[in-house]
Structure formats: C-alpha cells, structure tokens
C-alpha cells in the first residue's frame, strides 16, 4: 500500500482539485456541506478517503448507495431511452459545456457602401450565445435585420477569461435579397445548436422580408354609429324645429396595410473551424486505410474465434459420439484409441496456429463416422424401394404395346437395357456391401441409388411421352383419301 501510495503522489494531488472546482462553481464553503456521499471508485482507495475527510473537515463519509450498481442501472436507463423497442421511465443524462461560447457578427462590406434604411442597422454586435450552465443540445435563435453579407465569429470563454476562437462563418446572398424594393426591414434569423461534440452548429439561415399591401376599405360602416348618436341627439331638441335634411356624405375609403412575412432561405454559408487542423488528401487516405485495416482485423477476429469454437465443438461432440454404445459398431473397438490419441492431439492444436486445417481434417473424420451410422440405417429401404420402382417402370413398358404401339422397338429396347443396368450395378453394390464391416466406409451410398433411378426415370419419360403420329391423308397409291361424310 505504502509503494503504491508513493507511486501515485503525483496523481492524488490533482485528484482532490475538482472539489474546490465543485465548492467554487456551487458558490457553498467548506462549512456548508452537510453529508458527503461517495460514488465510484474513489471508495475503493483509502488514500482518497482520507484526503476527502481531510479536505472537507467531515469524518463520515456516506456510502449508501452501490456507486457501481447505481451507473450500470441508470446507463441503461439511458440506452433504453435512446432506441424506441423499450418503454421505461424517462431517465437522461444532462450534460453541460465546460467553457462560455459568445458570437460576434460584422459586415462583409465597408461603412461607405451600405444602402441607407429607415431605422439605422447595427452591423457589429456581440452576443452570449452559451453559459457554463446550458446543457448540451440547446438550440437557440437570433433575429438580426442585416442588408448585407454577414460573418459571425463564434469564441469560447474559459472561467479565467479567456476567449479562444472556434469557428467563423460567412453567410453571402443577404445584400441580393435586401436589394428587392418589398421591404424597409429585413431580418435575419440565425438558429444555433450546442451539440454534445460541443461544436456550434449553424443550420441554413433564413432572411424574412416584411412586405406592405395596400387595401381600399370603405370606412361607412365604422362611423354609421357617430352619426346615429349625432341624429338621436339632434331630434332630442324639440319636435317643432325640424330642420332640412342633411346632404348624405361620400363614403370615405381608407387604406389598410397588411404585412407579409416572405421568408428566403441562405444556402450560400463558407465555414472556418479552429483548434481542429483539417486533413490533406494524403492524410484523409492514410486514415480511410487505416479504418479498412482495422474492419478487416476485426472481422478477421471474429472469423478466427468462430473456426476455434467450431473447432472445439468438432472435438467434444466427436468423443462424445465415439463414447456411445450404439455408435461403437461403426467406429470399432480397435480404432477408439486411436481416434481419442487424435482428439487429444487436436486439443493442444488449440493454442498453436493452424487449427483451422485441423478442423478440417477433425471435421471430415466425424463426418465419415457418422455418415456410416446414417447409410446403414437408411441402405435396406432405399435398395427396396428401388427395386420396386423399376419393376413398375418395366410393368409400364409392357403397356405399350398395346396402348402406345407407335412407340418403336429400339425405343423400347434402350429403357429396359438402362433399367437392367441399373438392377445388376445395385445387385453388384449389395453384394459388395455383405463383405464391408461396420466400423468402414460403405460400398455405396444412399444418394448414388436416387441419382441411377433418376436417369433411369428421365429415359422413360422422354420415350413415353412421344407422339402419335398423324394420320397421312394419301393412300399407298399417292392418291388423296377421300373424306367420308355423314348422311
């Protein structure tokens, strides 16, 4: 403990500075902490604990809670929230940025060549677009009225004051939309977003125009009732006194303004980052072969941790087969050790190079065993069956004599040679196959009979379906058959 504390000096010096950093951030003293509650790893090291209680002059620290368990849960909290195949209680980490950002926006252009505008336009300005205390994510927007090109610096503020210059965007096109004659006041909306690469993001600025139209409205209606209180008032007077009749007024139009927000939007945005050097060709292609390399290692990897465990698999199945009593026929006794040998041979292979032939090599000997196993439980049906359906395909032919007597006799001739070609090399194979003990390779194989009947099958079918002929409509002589009519 006492080397690994020396050791570490140098790193338990900077570990107990984010508390002052937390103290001074929270704007709390030492004497206003209560109760202190430790989470992580610092609760494994004692040399921390004892500097946290020498520091904030606290002797208990609180360990209520499991710091490991309670990351893992709320992480996956997190994670859950993230994707929508779960539904749990909303649970998210909130994160804020370390520095200040601000943002100062200028013209593009000289004082001289500015249009003049109603209401004097304020072309330098700086703005707070981000405190310490904002999380990560934040949008915000800033409505300008701009007539011309703008460029917007945005920097970042350290707590000793410090600016730093992160990026500086050009935004062109505004003087080509201010010039149109629709608009004393143009605006410039410009949306910000703190994204959690703790970049500002600058979508495509928009620039409003706010048009005026003209409308003739009749203003009648909106003094008819002065004019009836003036007419009430004056028959109040007297009844007698009637006075003449007032000449009716022109109605009186009054033009209305209606404004119009016309929104444009600005594509045409050059951005400088800082603080981030930008690759050159040759670096940019370095870096793409690079991550080529690290894909194809870590495929190579899976595929090499997929032959291992195949290989694995290949050898316990392998000695568990061998092991059984029904399987020790087609294995024979004589060759069980000699197989084990191999097994444990194949084993040590495991932490060498080359298993991956070895598997094939394993492989094909357990295939081999267990293919003797299933051609024995399938040989005598297949040989049946077989001999049942060539005798049918024989039946068939005797059929056509008289159902297809246009079928000629070498056509016959060729289906039955092959069908008897078939029954002798099966009656051949069967033979052979009394002589071969179990625990060897078998004569023939299942498969090898299904493809002989196919031929078989095909030569039948081809020949069977052959046509009736037509009838020819001249007789011996060449004369033209007459056709018989029906009376």
Known sequence: REEFEDASAHLFDRAITPVYEVLKRANLSIDEVDQIELLGGGIRIPKIQEM????????????????????????????????????????????????????????????????????????????????????????????????????IDVYSESEDGKKEKVSTYVIKGIDTVASNDIANQPKVTLSFELSRSVEERVPTPKKNKTAKATKDTNATNETD?????????????????????????????????????????????EKTFYGLPSLTTEQLRASKERLRWLEK????????EKSKNDYETVIYA??????????????G???????????????????????????????????????????YGLRDQAVDNAKSKLQKLLDKIDDWTTKKAWITTDQKKDVIDKIKEVLAWLEDVVEKQKGIALDEDPAFKVSEIDNKLKRANQLFDRVNSTPKPKEKDTDS??????????K
């Open 52 to 151: 946290l209680i020498q520091t904030l002059q606290k002797n208990d620290l609180g360990v209520h809670l499991n710091g490991d368990e309670a990351m893992c849960f709320g992480s996956a909290f997190i994670a859950s929230n993230s994707s929508a195949s779960f539904k749990v209680r909303k649970v998210y980490l909130t994160e804020s940025s370390t520095t200040e950002s601000q943002s100062t926006s200028t013209d593009e252009q000289s004082a001289e060549n500015h249009t003049a505008t109603p209401v004097a336009i304020v072309y330098e300005k700086n703005y707070v677009l981000y405190k310490r205390t904002d999380y990560l994510g934040q949008k915000k927007s800033l409505s300008l009225t701009y007539d011309t090109d703008m460029k």
């Open 333 to 375: 006794a004589a060759k069980v050790e000699e197989i084990q040998e191999i097994l444990r041979e194949a084993e040590n292979w495991l932490e060498e190079d080359g298993y991956n032939a070895k598997y094939i090599e394993i492989n094909g000997k357990f295939s081999s065993l267990k293919m003797r196993k299933e051609e």
């Open 297 to 304: 290692r870590d495929e190579d990897k899976f595929k090499t």
């Open 318 to 331: 392998l000695r568990d087969w061998i092991n059984e009593e029904e399987n020790m026929p087609f294995v």
């Open 225 to 269: 009732g002065t004019s009836n209180t003036t007419s009430d008032a004056a028959n109040t007077t007297t009844d007698e006194a009637q006075p003449a009749e007032p000449t009716p007024a022109q109605p009186q139009f009054v033009k209305k303004t209606k404004k119009r927000t016309i929104p444009y939007p600005l594509s045409q945005i």
């Open 477 to 486: 002589d060449g004369k033209k058959k007459k056709k018989k009519t029906p």
